[in-house]
Each structure stands twice: as C-alpha cells, then as structure tokens.
C-alpha cells in the first residue's frame, strides 16, 4: 500500500523560499501522481500542484504557478515542493498524496488514494 509523508514545514519571512519533502513508499514499479494540497486557517483544503506517474508533468493551481515548483527524485522516492517568494497567504499546513490510478482529476480530493498527516507553513511579515 503506497504511503506518503511530509516534511520540512517551518516559520518563515515573507519572500523567502522553502522546500518541502514528501517522502513515497510501497508504491511497487510504478510512481503514483504525487499532489500538494494546502489548507489555510479557517479555510478549506485546495489543490497546488501535482506531477504526473511518470514525472513528465506538473500543474499548478493559479494561486502558486510561477512561484511553486514540483519535482521528484527517484534515487531518492520523494517529491519536492520548492516554494519561492512566499507571500503571507501561503500559510497552511501542507499535504502531500499518492495517486495510484493517475486521475486526469488531479484537483479533486477523493481521487488520492493516501495522504500525509501534513507539515505546517507559516509565512510572517
């Protein structure tokens, strides 16, 4: 059964940048999609970014492109969220989940066959 887990959730400064590690295990030959969510306070969880089973593709919510960056390492079974210039409404905590299946619906929740407990992100002025 795949499992996902995430790390690297600290305090920072507006406009600086972060990266957070979603680790990827009992997946067997083939990677699942790997999303990112988030969910700010007092708001619901959305969608960020997700790259693709076979790594060749990202997509990003509007909220992040062009400042978040998804990629994997496969030596290494984690995926990376590289957050640059981070703006205070990026607080949330951050989920990471495996898609087995590789939905086209890669914004929608239900389609995630795991998730990780999340790590927190706090961006302060």
């Known amino acids: 059964q795949v499992r996902v887990s995430e790390s690297g959730g600290r305090l920072v400064q507006a406009g600086d940048s972060l990266t957070l590690s979603c680790a990827v295990s009992g997946f067997g030959v083939s990677w699942p999609a790997v999303g990112w969510f988030r969910q700010g306070p007092g708001k619901e969880r959305e969608f960020a970014a997700v790259i693709s089973w076979h790594g060749a593709k990202e997509y990003y919510s509007d909220s992040v492109k062009g400042r978040f960056s998804v990629s994997r390492d496969d030596a290494k079974n984690t995926v990376y969220l590289q957050m640059n210039n981070l703006k205070l409404e990026d607080t949330a905590v951050y989920f990471c989940?495996?898609?087995?299946?590789?939905?086209?619906?890669?914004?929608?929740?239900?389609?995630?066959?795991?998730w990780g407990q999340g790590t927190q992100v706090t961006v302060s002025s």
């Open positions: 989940a495996a898609d087995l299946q590789g939905s086209v619906h890669y914004t929608v929740e239900d389609e995630y066959d795991s």
